[in-house]
């Protein structure tokens, strides 16, 4: 166990990348910088004690200013490194943020469709950030207290070993005692991680399903569902609270008791002769601050394991396998980005032997094979949950295909690489999803780099122009969350000059006009007529008047 938390903790620091010798190094001497300058206040203090005895007042200007250098000079240390430190640790948490962003972009569907929205969010708001308090403060406020004590043992033991030693055994003890805390501590950050995911999939459920609470009048449940988890997650935030009040509490104990040992061992030394009252003053400037610092290795100690909770849960996400490499697994080793195809052949698309299920319990696909000639309309057909929709996800590329070939041009699958496949499919789902952006912006997720003029003439084609145009802002109209300021309609009409702009060879429509009364059919039909015209199609369709458009009918 103690194996793994080291390798967490070791991996987690290589997410710093090259910086990571920089951002330790910064600890290290921002922390001898500070101590230093305790360590020269304290012999200072030791000196003004044996001047005060030996009455020869002349050397004081002299060690007054020899000290103030010195501490002018770890000063500066501490603040450049300090600066040094701040900048590495912010980094290492945005780091983690964007490894974590990009780890969500880039996971299989079946993880979206088996997880909650809300304990996705809550590992990249809560478990990432948690994880991140490790840069950002917990493992300097272990490793700072150690390097300190050092710094102040030194000349601690030069002056009185004796006094020192009998401190150390003082300190020793609060630390064993405050180890008890670390298995509390570290059970209290698991399951606050896991009440925050629950409470953020309550208030997603919450705030999407918010039309359905108003119109069926579950505010109530809704609410107290939330509520609820709320109050778990509370409740373990306090005992997390009282862990923490419990070891502070001990520790102010330990501090009060160390104080009152060292005034009596202190005096018992004086008076036999073993250290002197300057010796004695300066070690116990020293211990104040040895004292605080010994205490932090206990307190901080088990809040640094349990960040190491949070990183462990953040790397067994990191460690899901990806989207790529479902496919990736299966493309031929000799092939290249480079691989090129036929576009001139007359078969587009051929699906033989397929079979796939989205669990080893039942198939919804056994040895089923279609051809698609170049330039033809093929319309699916079949009654609901027969797969049609799953066939477009797996042209697609959402799924790995269990056994059988999916090929384009003549090039499978596993030769041309998902992402090659994508390039070549425009896809209109029924109902259209806009990012809360322009509209003209929505178009151009179609191709990153088309300019304004073919986001124009692609509005034009799908019959948005007009409609466009007539927006408070026309093409720079933002259009709310999933385009809830437009009509069914007009967002479908969006969704097609999407795909115009594209350019792509293959369109794949999923009942594109289903949801749509007659007078938007008319329109969005219409646009895609021209959406069509010299593409492969593939439509998933159910209303006559789409299936007509067909050159091949085919039922699943």
Request: charged residues 20%; hydrophobic residues 45%.
């Amino acid at each position: 166990m103690k194996r793994v938390k080291v390798n967490t903790f070791i991996r987690f620091m290589k997410l710093l990348g090259k910086r990571w010798p920089v951002y330790i190094i910064s600890i290290l001497l921002m922390t001898i910088g500070s101590s230093a300058f305790a360590v020269i206040s304290s012999l200072l203090l030791k000196q003004i004690f044996e001047i005060a005895q030996s009455g020869k007042i002349d050397r004081l200007p002299a060690i007054i200013l020899a000290n103030f250098l010195a501490g002018l000079i770890s000063i500066s240390i501490f603040g450049v490194f300090m600066a040094l430190y701040n900048i590495e640790a912010k980094r290492g948490f945005a780091n983690t943020q964007k490894m974590v962003l990009e780890k969500i972009m880039k996971l299989p569907m079946d993880y979206y469709e088996n997880h909650h929205s809300g304990d996705i969010i809550s590992k990249l708001l809560y478990d990432a950030q948690m994880a991140s308090q490790m840069y950002t403060s917990r493992l300097r406020r272990v490793v700072a207290p150690i390097i300190s004590v050092i710094v102040y043992l030194i000349p601690m033991f030069i002056l009185c070993a004796q006094v020192t030693l009998c401190l150390i055994a003082v300190n020793i003890l609060s630390l064993l005692v405050n180890s008890l805390l670390i298995k509390p501590m570290k059970r209290a950050g698991k399951e606050a991680s896991k009440k925050n995911s629950f409470m953020v999939e309550k208030l997603s459920n919450l705030i999407q399903g918010i039309e359905m609470i108003k119109i069926f009048d579950e505010h109530s449940s809704q609410v107290r569902s939330y509520k609820n988890a709320n109050q778990e997650y509370t409740n373990v935030q306090k005992n997390k609270a009282k862990l923490s009040a419990l070891l502070n509490s001990m520790n102010t104990g330990f501090d009060l008791l160390s104080s009152l040992a060292f005034l009596a061992i202190g005096m018992i030394f004086v008076e036999r002769g073993v250290t002197t009252i300057g010796s004695l003053a300066a070690i116990y400037a020293m211990y104040g601050a040895f004292s605080f610092r010994f205490l932090q290795i206990g307190r901080y100690f088990p809040e640094l394991m349990n960040n190491i909770v949070y990183a462990e849960r953040v790397f067994e996400f990191l460690d899901v396998t990806e989207d790529e490499d479902l496919f990736n697994k299966n493309l031929k080793s000799d092939i290249t980005e480079d691989v090129k195809f036929d576009a001139s052949k007359k078969e587009c698309i051929s699906i033989e032997n397929l079979s796939f299920g989205y669990n080893s319990e039942r198939n919804i696909f056994n040895n089923f094979s279609m051809k698609v000639e170049k330039g033809n309309c093929v319309a699916l057909i079949g009654k609901s949950g027969r797969g049609k929709s799953t066939l477009a996800k797996l042209l697609l590329g959402f799924y790995p295909i269990s056994e059988g070939n999916i090929s384009f041009f003549g090039k499978s699958f596993s030769e041309l690489g998902k992402n090659k496949v994508l390039d070549m499919i425009a896809y209109v789902p029924q109902e259209a999803y806009l990012f809360n952006v322009s509209i003209k912006e929505n178009i151009r997720y179609g191709k990153l780099d088309s300019t304004d003029e073919e986001i124009y003439e692609a509005a034009k084609k799908a019959n948005a122009h007009e409609f466009i145009l007539n927006q408070a802002d026309g093409y720079d109209t933002v259009v709310g969350e999933r385009g809830k300021m437009l009509s069914g309609g007009e967002r479908q009409r969006i969704a097609i000059a999407r795909a115009i702009v594209k350019e792509a060879p293959i369109l794949l429509l999923d009942e594109a006009t289903s949801a749509l009364d007659n007078s938007s059919e008319e329109l969005v039909q219409s646009a895609l007529n021209r959406l069509m015209k010299n593409r492969t199609t593939i439509m998933i369709a159910h209303r006559t008047t789409t299936i007509a458009m067909a050159d091949k009918i085919i039922t699943i």
